[in-house]
């Protein structure tokens, strides 16, 4: 099987939710940042376009966006939705097809937009309509002023019958689900407040050094007009820490800051054979050498990274002492927590550059960002092996291991 290596990549800084991008949509924001990435490496031919989208109009958005940035019509492009992990998976893939001999070069990455996140409703056949509702007719034309919400039964449950966040678990539908997760993984494992407002503070701190310092630059590019990362909050502390409310109506530990926020963004890698570096003369930055992805507890989803990790070092034949980098999507400050627990020899190497309680989290495209932070970290620390990884909705973890 052929070896699969990544030639470089980019991202978007990262927008907050209505802010600098309010007014773009998915596919416009990650084609602005395709075009710079081809720009930039003047790809001879590109095989395939594989990308994460977890919230955008549905359809094939990828293509979409590849359309939208002028790139070839012969080129074919597919979507994956894995949620938090789906451009990790999206980059496992384009790699499996790599090293079929299904392709020399691949793009893959993904792209998001909050704010421009379509409202969903159920279709008045859905059995869920009328099982959540006490109108007969099961049309939620019918109920009350024609606002699905504005049902009685539906507002007393909790459940109702537009969304934006899609279902992931057996049951009612519930958009909370993902902090409930949390909240229940935070009680599970005995996670103090303390201990998650140590990665808080740290987590700020390394992304406003990162950002000072310019370690960043050459994987990120200003499109739209935001040439900074909106969420680094390098003023906060521990008593604003304090202050903060439980987001969830009964719960004790979630809060705005332990909890990323949701945001815009877009990061692609290029993926390559070795064939076609050695067609190309070119010399490649990093080797995808493995990947694993794991399904787990689906009420506990930020757990997933522990077996996930594990895992890719188990099928890796490697031991943690052999990884000089670790990324991870910080979804909660519970996933930082968990991880330094079971490594605490390296927690100086653990998201080196500050994690998505700073950044935010862009759902479809945070894997590619981490991904490029951690070749970043590789490069700064030195580091022969990396390790990347994410937990995602519905209880899958994903990671990779780098070489370079």
């Known amino acids: 099987m052929d070896k699969v290596f990544i030639l470089g990549g980019l991202r978007s800084y990262i927008g907050v939710r209505n802010s600098a991008y309010r007014h773009v949509p998915a596919e416009h924001l990650g084609a602005a940042v395709l075009k710079e990435l081809t720009a930039r490496y003047q790809p001879p031919k590109i095989d395939m376009m ?38 990790l998976e999206a980059v496992i893939t384009a790699a499996a097809r790599i090293q079929s001999g299904l392709a020399d070069l691949v793009i893959a990455g993904g792209f998001e937009s909050s704010s421009t996140q379509p409202l969903r409703s159920y279709n008045p056949n859905h059995p869920y309509v009328s099982s959540h509702t006490d109108n007969p007719s099961g049309n939620p034309a019918d109920i009350h002023d024609g606002s699905p919400a504005d049902n009685s039964d539906v507002r007393r449950t909790g459940l109702s019958l537009t969304y934006s966040t899609a279902k992931f678990i057996p049951g009612p539908h519930r958009e909370d689900v993902m902090l409930q997760g949390a909240e229940k993984t935070i009680c599970h494992y005995h996670i103090s407040p303390g201990e998650m407002d140590a990665w808080v503070l740290e987590s700020h701190r390394r992304a406003y050094r990162a950002a000072r310092e310019g370690l960043l630059d050459g994987i990120t590019v200003p499109v739209f007009g935001l040439g900074h990362d909106e969420g680094i909050r390098p003023r906060l502390n521990q008593r604003l820490l304090d202050r903060l409310p439980c987001v969830l109506k009964n719960g004790r530990y979630l809060n705005a800051a332990n909890a990323c926020t ?35 507890d689906p009420l506990m989803s930020p757990a997933s990274v522990l077996p996930a990790v594990s895992g890719l070092l188990e099928r890796s034949g490697l031991s943690m002492d052999d990884i000089g980098a670790i990324e991870c999507n910080e979804a909660f400050a519970a996933i930082d927590v968990l991880i330094s627990r079971a490594y605490p020899d390296k927690a100086s190497r653990y998201n080196q550059l500050g994690g998505a309680l700073a950044y935010g989290h862009p759902y479809g495209a945070s894997g590619a960002i981490i991904l490029l932070h951690l070749m970043r970290s590789m490069e700064l620390s030195e580091s022969s092996r990396g390790i990347c990884c994410a937990a995602a909705a519905g209880g899958i973890g994903s990671a990779i291991l780098l070489e370079q």
Do not use: W
């Open 50 to 87: 594989i990308c994460g989208n977890c919230v955008g109009g549905g359809g094939n958005i990828t293509r979409l966006m590849a359309l939208e940035a002028g790139l070839s019509e012969s080129i074919p492009s597919f979507t994956v939705d894995l949620q938090c992990a789906s451009s």
């Open 262 to 296: 949701m945001n815009d963004g877009a990061a692609f890698l290029l993926l390559c054979s070795e064939q076609y570096l050695k067609k190309h003369k070119l010399s490649p930055r990093f080797r995808l050498a493995n990947a694993c992805t794991v399904g787990a």
